[in-house]
T-cell receptor
Framework: KAGVTQTPRYLIKTRGQQVTLSCSPI?????VSWYQQTPGQGLQFLFE???????NKGNFPGRFSGRQFSNSRSEMNVSTLELGDSALYLC???????????FGEGSRLTVL | GQQLNQSPQSMFIQEGEDVSMNCTSS?????WLWYKQDPGEGPVLLIA?????ELTSNGRLTAQFGITRKDSFLNISASIPSDVGIYFC???????????????FGKGTKLSVKP
């Protein structure tokens, strides 16, 4: 059974640019969540999608957005990048909205 | 916001030693989860706990859901080199049917090999 797949794995952007990250959940999983991981703040919840609907959103500015498609694949977008957006962005899927999250390997974003 | 205090922040292990780490909070959680993250990888679920007092093992790993529902601990017995990595606890508020947004992560315990 394939795990959670995130693309791209690594990317470098400059301040002011925007970025789109993609996540394919485990087959059959309908819930997708996104987390930002930094050494200082640890794992912080960004948003959660279930059946194409955003169910919950973390405490991040409006520059961070996401969506989920009918096949449960999800994308997140960060506009007007800032240096502080440099982080590992993790996507996780679960069968339903419970705590057993299965994480992807992450997309490491560096903003210069 | 909600916080989990995970300790220790880091520790060094020698092969064969037992390791203990724990998470505490002032909030009551309905689920406790323990994850391990290797460098360059995403966290991998090790153990899930759903009931206060529950003690669950996964090979050399044992985790318990505290009676007060405000804490959990993870023990690793007879550690081996591949145990190095960062271990995260996570507590979920709201119980089944809640939201992943109610899942709070600790800052992690970094396990390294003793020089």
């Amino acid at each position: 059974k394939a795990g959670v797949t995130q693309t791209p794995r690594y990317l470098i952007k400059t301040r002011g640019q925007q970025v789109t990250l993609s996540c394919s959940p485990i087959s059959g999983h309908r819930s997708v969540s996104w987390y930002q991981q930094t050494p200082g703040q640890g794992l912080q919840f960004l948003f959660e999608y279930f059946s194409e609907t955003q169910r919950n959103k973390g405490n991040f500015p409006g520059r961070f957005s996401g969506r989920q498609f009918s096949n449960s694949r999800s994308e997140m977008n960060v506009s007007t990048l800032e240096l502080g957006d440099s982080a590992l962005y993790l996507c996780a899927s679960s069968i339903s909205i419970t705590g057993e999250l299965f994480f992807g390997e992450g997309s490491r974003l560096t903003v210069l | 916001g909600q916080q989990l205090n995970q300790s220790p922040q880091s520790m060094f292990i020698q092969e064969g030693e037992d390791v203990s780490m724990n998470c505490t909070s002032s909030s009551i959680f309905n689920t406790w989860l323990w994850y391990k993250q290797d460098p360059g990888e995403g966290p991998v679920l090790l153990i899930a706990l759903y009931k206060a007092g529950e003690l669950t093992s996964n090979g050399r790993l044992t985790a318990q859901f505290g009676i007060t529902r405000k804490d959990s601990f993870l023990n690793i017995s007879a550690s081996i080199p591949s145990d190095v990595g960062i271990y995260f606890c996570a507590g979920q508020l709201g119980g089944y049917g809640g939201s992943q947004g109610n899942l709070i992560f600790g800052k992690g315990t970094k396990l390294s090999v003793k020089p």
